[in-house]
């Protein structure tokens, strides 16, 4: 058949047909693989590896973090903001979400926005130091209790919740573990990280909305406002940040042959 149409009909019309079938299988998605299948208002997937390389700042920076939590006495502000303006951490995020993790006890989380960088990690972190769970906390043993640091990239934008979708190729595609929501009634509001669908075993949609849902018991949902974020997190392991990454891990290359 190609070779007919080669002889017979031209260059011309064999291009046709091969940009024809070319535009089915692109709209059946059968040919996209799943690593380009991101949102595209999300930007870039990251890989296994990460993109943002630790300094020794970002470090020094997380044990100024926990000494200032766990202080005895009110610490110096200046002392932590000084070593979060040395890291290589964003200096421009819209907010700061700090997440504390300890095997036995429940999460502790404070959020601070709209401020200045700097200023919403000192005020993120007198709150946690202030929470009423803060002092069953080991803060000063790396190896029990851990700290995730999340910096919201830009202002949440407001969504319909009903037009999210899972498998469609367009702004409105949701991926747990790679995009977050922002769900907010009657003066309450919850935050759902990208990086919660790791911690509560969620990998669908469907699950992430009931999950929030859980805290508005009662609220009719055609009053709950959704909007949706996106976060660069990192989270302690012993002395060091690590970076979380977004999308499928990268598959090492196979040296034996089976």
């Known amino acids: ?41 999300q930007g870039p997937v990251k890989n296994q590896s990460g993109n943002h390389p ?4 970002d470090n020094l920076f997380l044990k100024e973090l926990r000494k200032y ?21 964003r200096q421009d995020a819209y907010g700061v979400i700090l997440t504390a993790y300890q095997p036995g006890l429940s999460n502790i989380r404070v959020i601070s926005t709209k401020k200045t960088t700097e ?15 803060a002092s069953t906390f080991n803060w000063n043993d790396p190896a029990t209790c851990r ?36 769900a907010e009634a009657n003066g309450k509001k919850k935050y759902f990280l990208p990086g919660d669908a790791f911690f509560l075993s969620i990998s669908c949609l469907k699950s992430t909305i009931e999950s929030i849902l859980k805290t508005f018991k009662n609220v009719p949902e055609t009053e709950i406002k959704w909007s949706r974020l996106n976060t660069q997190s990192f989270i302690s392991y ?4 690590i970076e979380l990454y977004r999308g499928e891990p990268v598959i090492d290359k196979i040296e034996k042959k089976i």
């Open 1 to 41: 058949m190609l070779k007919f149409l080669r002889e017979k009909k031209g260059p011309t019309l064999l291009f046709l047909l091969t940009l024809s079938i070319a535009f089915i299988t692109f709209r059946s998605g059968r040919l996209i693989p799943r690593l380009l299948r991101a949102p595209a208002s």
């Open 54 to 57: 630790v300094t020794p700042a």
């Open 69 to 89: 939590i766990a202080a005895p006495q009110k610490p110096d502000d200046n002392t932590l903001i000084r070593a979060f303006s040395r890291t290589s951490f």
């Open 119 to 133: 200023m919403n990690i000192l005020r993120a972190t007198m709150s946690m130091r202030t929470n009423i769970k």
């Open 147 to 182: 700290i995730q640091i999340d910096f919201i990239s830009e202002l949440p934008v407001p969504i319909n919740i009903n037009n999210l979708c899972e498998e469609c190729l367009s702004s409105n595609r949701f991926e747990p573990g790679i995009d977050g929501l922002i």
């Open 238 to 241: 012993k002395n060091s940040w």
